[in-house]
T-cell receptor, first 117, second 114 residues
Framework: DSGVTQTPKHLITATGQRVTLRCSPR?????VYWYQQSLDQGLQFLIQ???????AKGNILERFSAQQFPDLHSELNLSSLELGDSALYFC????????????????FGQGTRLTVV | AQTVTQSQPEMSVQEAETVTLSCTYD???????LFWYKQPPSRQMILVIR??????QNATENRFSVNFQKAAKSFSLKISDSQLGDAAMYFC???????????FGKGTRLHILP
């Protein structure tokens, strides 16, 4: 168990709809990352938050948005869904690199499998 | 921008043999972190090994070791005594200390032949 919790595990929805994916990071981790993994593809970096603020942005579509709340959980909102948005969405959390006692790697949740029909 | 390249989409190795997965990266930074992650069929992302760029010594975790060549920007993973349970996708990852972004290569699918 990585300590990162993602809900729901599976989601099936129709084209044009909007969904929200939720992530609770490991206790004490301030950074949250979101990745998209399409079938048999690599992990595409979407966005990163640090202590409530957006820190880095990857190839995130304008139809997608995210936020990190004061309790450090994060949500990824996907709207106007298309068939091509079907993928596994991972959330990961990490501590600060260079800080004594902090892990430098990202710990991943189990992912949310989104199917758009 | 940093990039991570894994030039081997697929590899196969005989059980009990040794295999090396390649990874190169591009960066202008001097301080960063490198990782290898394993993704078995369950799709869970599992950390295999980490390397801090400021450490010259190559990291080792049991049967897994890396060959970190900072000047060449190369970070290969060696798996010794390959086991059937090692069959998975392996991703090389780079973490910037400056902007904290973590980016991944496209992965190498490793098959273990019994």
């Amino acid at each position: 168990d990585s300590g990162v919790t993602q809900t729901p595990k599976h989601l099936i929805t129709a084209t044009g709809q909007r969904v929200t994916l939720r992530c609770s990071p490991r206790s004490g981790d301030l950074s949250v990352y979101w990745y998209q993994q399409s079938l048999d593809q690599g992990l595409q970096f979407l966005i990163q938050y640090y202590n409530g603020e957006e820190r880095a942005k990857g190839n995130i579509l304008e139809r997608f948005s995210a936020q990190q709340f004061p309790d450090l959980h994060s949500e990824l909102n996907l709207s106007s869904l298309e068939l091509g948005d079907s993928a596994l969405y991972f959330c990961a959390s990490s501590g600060e690199p260079g800080v004594a006692g902090k892990y430098t790697e990202a710990f991943f949740g189990q992912g949310t499998r989104l199917t758009v029909v | 921008a940093q990039t991570v390249t894994q030039s081997q989409p697929e590899m196969s190795v005989q059980e009990a043999e040794t295999v090396t997965l390649s990874c190169t990266y591009d960066t202008s930074e001097s301080d960063y972190y490198l990782f290898w992650y394993k993704q078995p069929p369950s799709r869970q992302m599992i950390l295999v090994i980490r390397q801090e760029a400021y450490k010259q010594q190559n990291a080792t975790e049991n049967r897994f070791s890396v060959n970190f060549q900072k000047a060449a920007k190369s970070f290969s993973l060696k798996i010794s005594d390959s086991q059937l349970g090692d069959a998975a996708m392996y991703f090389c990852a780079y973490r910037s200390e400056r902007d904290d972004k973590i980016i991944f290569g496209k992965g190498t699918r490793l098959h273990i032949l019994p």
